[in-house]
Every structure is written in C-alpha cells, then in structure tokens.
C-alpha cells in the first residue's frame, strides 16, 4: 500500500491499477469496524464487537448517538444537494453503509460527484466492493489523512474529481474528535475551508461528553485507546470554534436528532452525544 491509493470506480469495473490491500488484523478492535456494529453493518469481527459491547456497556447512547449521527449525515447531505451543491468532499468516509454520502446526492442530484477519503487502508478495502454500483466517474475513494490538509488540496485525484474553484460541500462527519489538540484540528478546519470558494460549505459532527457525568467521561475514549485510536471529546463551544467565519444554517448547532428532523423529535434527543451542524461560507 503506497501513502496514496486511490481506488477509482474505473479499478472496479476491472481492467486497471491492482486491487489495494491491507492487514485486516481482525483479532485487533478497529474503530470503523466497531463504527459500523453500532449502526447495524455487517463489516466486523467478534474483537470490534467485544469491544464495541464494552463501550455500549459504559453507555448505551453511543449506539443511538452513532445511528442519530448517520441519519444525520443523510439529512444534512439532502439538504446541502437540494441548496445546489454538486461536488462533496467527504473526509472520515468509514465503511460504507446504507445510505452513503454519494446515493444520497444523487438521488437529489445524478450529476453529484463525491470524494471519499480515509485514512484507513482498511476502510478502502471494505468500501471498494460495496460503492462498485456508483455511477463511473463520479465517485472516488482515496487514501488521505486529514491532518494533512494541504496534501489533500493539493491531491491530484481530488482534483480530477472536485472542481474546487466552484463550491464543495466539505463533509467532517464523526471525524474531528478522532484528531488530537496537539495536532490543531482548528487550524487543520481553516485551511480546507479557506481554499474553498464562497458558496461552500462545512457540515460536521463532533462527540462531545456535554450530557456525560464527569466521573463516566473518561472511560469511552480509554475502550477506543486500547483499539487503534484516540478520542477527544469536546463541548459545544469547542465544536462551534470550528464554524468561526462561516454562517450557520438552522437549527444552529444542535443535537444530531434536532437537526432538521424527519419526524417529531424524542424526550432524550437532546441529549444524544453529537454536535451536528452544517454552514455555509459567505
Ligand atoms: C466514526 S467513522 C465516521 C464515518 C462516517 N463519516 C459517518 O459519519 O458515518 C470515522 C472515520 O474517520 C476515519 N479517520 C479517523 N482519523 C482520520 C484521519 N486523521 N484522516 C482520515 N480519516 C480518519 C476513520 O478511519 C473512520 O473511518
């Protein structure tokens, strides 16, 4: 696996580069995998649900706040395809489930393209079969890291795709809290949305502990330290910092289930531990 593998939808109809590969290692819990347990997919193994049970066990709402965070993806996907929006750069793709970014574009839209980027090679290998039946050339998956921004401006694969002097919907769904402090996920925001025209814009979702008793707080980020990655939860004022210089569509920030919801909104949604929020540059 090289530091950048692209898998084209061109690769998956048959006749191109050789397919990516990757070390599963299914006896380590993986936190895409654990991911899509909690939204009922079928791309795991008896170690990501181990530990996903142990998180589930500390706190039963982090399976209703990752189903709440999917169907929020969905909506906010929705609304940004019927704004106008037509080119999506989704960052923190994850294995691909019922409902990814791209069906639900172009449903609203068939000429929408999309982006997928990861930096997982084995969120790749889950997702190359499963987005074969994407229009050709309108889907890409690619191997990226987020805390490089400026590779990914700079990725001659995006490009081909996005045309990013025109407006991109830049999509950091459950994402942001898998990058540290110390790697400046504010200064990481900025640079993405400053290379995007006006007319862009930035929908994300972020864990928080808000609605967490302070002694419980720390348990779930350690279940995820003993898998292969590192949580950092943030508040509501943390998670609104990354909107700085943008116009917030309503509701605002908010819950995931009170994003503009499909039906009348349950007692606990307010509580559900993601901040949802989708904005747009002046
Ligand atoms: C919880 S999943 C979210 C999946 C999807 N966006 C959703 O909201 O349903 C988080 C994804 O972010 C990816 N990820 C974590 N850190 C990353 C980074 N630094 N660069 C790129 N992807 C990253 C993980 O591999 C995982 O697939």
Not at 4 to 25: F, K, N, T, V, Y
Not at 41 to 50: E, I, L, Q, T, V
Not at 80 to 97: H, N
Not at 257 to 275: F, K, N, S
Request: aromatic share 6%.
């Amino acid at each position: 696996m090289t530091d950048h593998q692209e898998i084209s939808l061109d690769w998956m109809s048959g006749d191109q580069s050789p397919p990516p590969s990757a070390e599963l290692r299914p006896e380590v819990p993986h936190p895409a995998r654990m991911y899509d347990y909690y939204i009922g997919g079928k791309d795991n193994f008896p170690a990501d649900r181990a530990a996903a049970e142990q998180v589930l066990a500390l706190s039963p709402l982090v399976r209703i706040s990752a189903l709440a965070n999917r169907a929020f993806l969905q909506r906010a996907v929705r609304t940004l395809a019927e704004q106008g929006v037509r080119q999506f750069l989704d960052i923190g793709t994850g294995i691909p489930s019922a409902g990814n970014t791209h069906e639900i574009a172009q449903s609203v839209a068939p000429s929408s393209r999309v982006a997928y980027l990861d930096n997982d090679p084995i969120v790749l290998v889950h997702g190359r079969a499963l987005l074969s039946g994407a229009r050709p050339g309108s889907v890409s998956v690619l191997q990226a890291d987020l805390r490089d921004p400026k590779a990914i401006l700079a990725d001659p694969a995006v490009r081909e795709l996005l045309d990013l002097d025109r407006p991109v919907a830049l999509l950091l769904f459950a994402i942001l809290h898998f990058i540290d402090d110390a790697d400046d996920p504010y200064a990481i925001v900025r640079t993405l949305v400053d290379a995007l025209p006006s007319g862009s814009y930035l929908a994300l979702s972020h864990a928080t502990a808000d609605f967490v008793d302070p002694n419980e707080a720390g348990k779930g980020p350690a279940v995820y330290r003993a898998a292969t990655a590192q949580l950092t939860m943030r508040t509501r004022e943390q998670v609104l910092r990354f909107f700085d210089g943008l116009e917030l569509l309503d509701p605002g920030l908010v819950t995931a289930p009170l994003w503009r919801p499909d039906q009348a909104p349950q007692d606990t949604d307010g509580e559900v531990a993601i901040w949802s929020g989708v904005a747009r540059k002046p």
